[in-house]
């Protein structure tokens, strides 16, 4: 999950800044003027994510979050711009596959070994 938000903030946003996802960005009603610095904020809040996944991938939360924005993003993407969810490659797929992916992750978050919870003594025998 991390490398899908890495990966979709760097380059499709931020290095080949998609035509794609550029038509999106109008079709949502953002000015010819600022499509550029919207595919840039896009593309660098989707590696901060990247990182926040990171940093913080053995709680809960983040992956409750991801979960949110992906439901949130596909419903955008439905109003604004319905044209994409037929596509071969397209937000329904994507956005479904990321929210799976996270539901599994915030299932198992709490049980994930961690060098926090570890036993430095032997447990007491009753």
């Known amino acids: 999950m991390i490398l899908v938000f890495a990966y979709h903030g760097i380059v499709p946003k931020l290095w080949l800044r998609d035509a794609g996802e550029q038509a999106m960005l109008r079709a949502g009603g953002v000015p010819e003027g600022r499509v550029h610095q919207a595919l840039i904020a896009m593309g660098m809040a989707e590696l ?59 299932m198992h978050a709490n049980n994930l070994p961690s060098a926090r919870r570890c036993l430095r003594r032997k447990p007491k025998e009753s």
């Open 48 to 106: 901060a994510w990247a990182f926040v996944l990171l940093a913080f991938g053995s709680r809960a939360w983040p992956y409750l979050m991801t979960i949110v924005g992906m439901f949130a993003a596909l419903v955008m993407v439905g109003i604004q711009s319905p044209a994409y969810l037929g596509q071969a490659f397209n937000p329904v797929t994507l956005n479904l596959g990321v929210a799976s992916l996270a539901g599994i992750a915030w």
